[in-house]
């Protein structure tokens, strides 16, 4: 089992290192130019960049207060080892495609040395689970965000606006509701049953279900089980999500003052481009997400911030900073997550 574990981590360390290798080779722009960028920047680095300190270690409470109601009394993961996973799981997410899933199968195998295999598991599948929740909650509170801005005339309204909003509103309530039966009567042997229904996956994922059924509902318990017997880590977990997209939206911010967007350096100004920042960090995470295949979301991304900065009112210039600038701190902690991954615990 460790000598697996070994070459499973090992694979993965590989597939992380090669997709920093193609990021690198893949910018939209030259390394001259790319430079440029980067000493534009300057100092604002270090503040873009160390956000993410932050970020990761509410993202790892959020992930330790579904841990913690999960576990057994004889278990014990500290709150550290918990960080590193969620350093390491994020830099493998940011590094593979078909969603950024790839960070999750790792983090039940890491976790699974210090926790038994279905609370592992069930603790992997909760926060993915919250994570995607939160970015609901994200996308449908940036709705009322720029209904708020709107109506001190600081953004424009029209018909398309409004039909863009709405159509969000609908997707996230629609999201609520799935989720929310998720939570409520458990969702992994629901999705390996519609997984049986697609074409040339069915009989592997019939034998995968009949093998592995008394693990799968044990897994759907614990989700169950969070949600009604442990509210408060159910809550918990989830405003710490939610409020780790509210400090990423920082590194946004100070882009933006670094431009000299800033509405005039009082406090009024600055709180209304923050709330700009979280409207670009909104949609555009909106749009990567739904076009979330590609790895690393190769020029997702990039057209993202371009497209939501333009529709706020800034120049496209502005939006191509923000992005080669995000990118690079991207390969900054997919690095530190791969260095992390060979600390072994």
Known sequence: MNWTRKK?????????????????????????????????????????IGVWIFVYGLNALAWHCIIKSNKREDEHVGFWRIYQLTIVGYALNYATPVGGLGGEPYRIMELSKHVNKESAS????LYAMMHFLAHFF???SSIFIYLGLVAIGDLPYSLPVGIILGS??????????VLGKGYQKGLVVKVVRWVCMIPGLKRKTRRF?????????NIDEQIISLHHRDKR?????????????????????????????????DFAGLAVTFLHSILILSFTSLFANMIGFLPMQLGVQEGGFVISIAALGLSAALGIFVSIICRVREIIWIVIGLLLMRIEE
């Not at 069930?122 to 599948?125: E, L, M, P």
């Not at 969000?168 to 509701?177: E, G, L, R």
């Not at 999500?241 to 509405?263: A, H, K, N, P």
Request: glycine share 6%; net charge negative.
């Open 168 to 177: 969000i509103a609908v997707f996230c309530m629609v999201a609520f509701y």
């Open 209 to 217: 279900l009949v093998k592995n059924n008394e693990l799968l509902h």
């Open 138 to 140: 994200l996308w449908f």
């Open 122 to 125: 069930s603790s992997v599948i």
């Open 233 to 265: 880590a159910f809550y918990s977990s989830l405003v710490l999500e939610y409020f780790s997209r509210i400090v990423q939206s920082l590194e946004i911010f100070f882009m933006l003052l670094l431009f000299g967007v800033d509405g005039g350096g």
């Open 8 to 48: 499973l981590n090992n694979l993965f360390f590989i597939i992380g290192v090669a997709a920093v290798v193609v990021m690198m080779l893949t910018f939209d722009v030259s390394f001259v130019e790319l430079w440029e960028h980067v000493t534009r920047a300057g100092y604002w680095l270090i503040p873009i």
